[in-house]
């Protein structure tokens, strides 16, 4: 019987199913796994390769099967897609993991440890209570239209509306049921606020702390928040052979239309880490908002940019050179130093 090489591993919450192949691909085995069994079953099979998509969990099973002596590697779901053949079940998946990593040119996921997705999960906390504040904030503002008061945009004019609620005017033309449901809304918001501003002091505090992170804080646009989050969040930057490969992890390049040598190029692709993509175009967002107010140095690429094309095309186009400086710099080790503009 033929030697066991590769098994893709189809995970779930409670059934798995392994499909094992031989160094020629042929199929050795296709199983159907309880997650109590499932350890043990790999701890019974000589060391070999053990492919997985890089879904929920996926880190956590990639962890305990490299304990057991195997080489693991994680698949992005996208690229195993086209190895499903017709239909869609777990063994037919499993086969699909396993076909996909035999692949000479397929891409993998660096497997993250416990501490990078702890450091991770601080910016995914912030970003969930950032996100239920401006859900409440809305609320709270849509509801007070309803009886005719319009509060100003922006999370500092809403908080103001805890003292004026209380004032006669306000609390008169309110029905005494609606008070008291705005009463517990800015309440909520008081304590989201505080919350928020507890993790900005945390991810404050780690960003001092780590090389790294300091680093990157020399680059304009980028401060703590991004700095931590490109930390925490991004692989290894030996992963990427350039700068230009990093920025289209982070879905900043134009996406491609490109066929018989005519080379299209279409709209920025979205297709990678949207929350460091995010961070990015926010810093960038902020830079071009000054040189747009106080002026670019005088020569510099922004100044030529803001002069010949629109806002928000530089915008983006200044968060892709943003994420090529980082990938610079992280593979140099070297603080960032501002461009000489060329004498005229």
């Known amino acids: 019987m033929s030697e066991v090489i590769i098994i893709g591993l189809d995970i779930a919450k409670h059934v798995f199913h392994a499909h094992g192949a031989d160094g020629k691909g042929r199929a050795i085995f296709s199983k159907r796994i309880s997650r109590g069994k499932l350890l043990d079953f790999f701890a019974a099979q000589p060391s070999c390769t053990v492919a997985l998509e890089a879904c929920g969990g996926a880190h956590h099973w990639a962890r305990q099967l490299t304990q057991l002596g195997h080489e693991v590697r994680l698949i992005p779901p996208a690229y195993v ?32 440890s416990e501490q990078q997705q702890a450091a991770g999960l601080v910016f995914r906390t912030r970003d969930l209570l950032v996100r239920q504040r401006t859900q409440l904030i809305n609320a709270i503002r849509g509801h007070l239209t309803e009886y005719g008061w319009v509060a100003p945009k922006g999370p500092s004019h809403v908080t103001m509306l805890t003292d004026l609620i209380e004032e006669e005017e ?7 049921a609606a008070h008291a449901m705005f009463r517990l809304m800015l309440d909520l918001l008081t304590d989201l606020n505080g919350k928020v501003a507890d993790l900005d002091q945390e991810i404050a505090r780690r960003a001092r702390e780590d090389e790294v992170s300091r680093r990157l804080m020399t680059v304009p646009g980028i401060g703590p928040i991004s700095a931590t989050a490109i930390a925490a969040l991004a692989p290894p930057i030996e992963t990427f052979a350039k700068g230009r490969d990093f920025a289209a992890w982070l879905g900043l390049t134009p996406l491609q239309r490109s066929t018989g040598g005519k080379q299209k190029l279409g709209a920025t692709s979205k297709m990678g880490e949207r929350t460091l993509r995010r961070l990015l175009i926010i810093g960038s967002s902020a830079v071009v908002q000054q040189a747009s107010k106080r002026g670019a140095p005088r020569g510099s690429w922004l100044e030529q940019m803001l002069a010949r094309k629109p806002r928000m095309l530089v915008t983006v186009a200044l968060a892709n050179k943003m994420a090529r400086i980082v990938w610079a710099l992280l593979v140099k080790q070297e603080n960032y130093r501002a461009p000489v503009a060329a004498m005229a």
């Open 170 to 176: 306000m609390a008169s033309s309110l029905p005494k």
């Open 81 to 112: 897609k086209p190895f499903v053949k017709r239909q869609k079940n777990d063994a037919i998946d499993a086969e699909a993991i396993c076909e996909a990593a035999q692949r000479p040119s397929m891409r993998f996921v660096a497997v993250k």
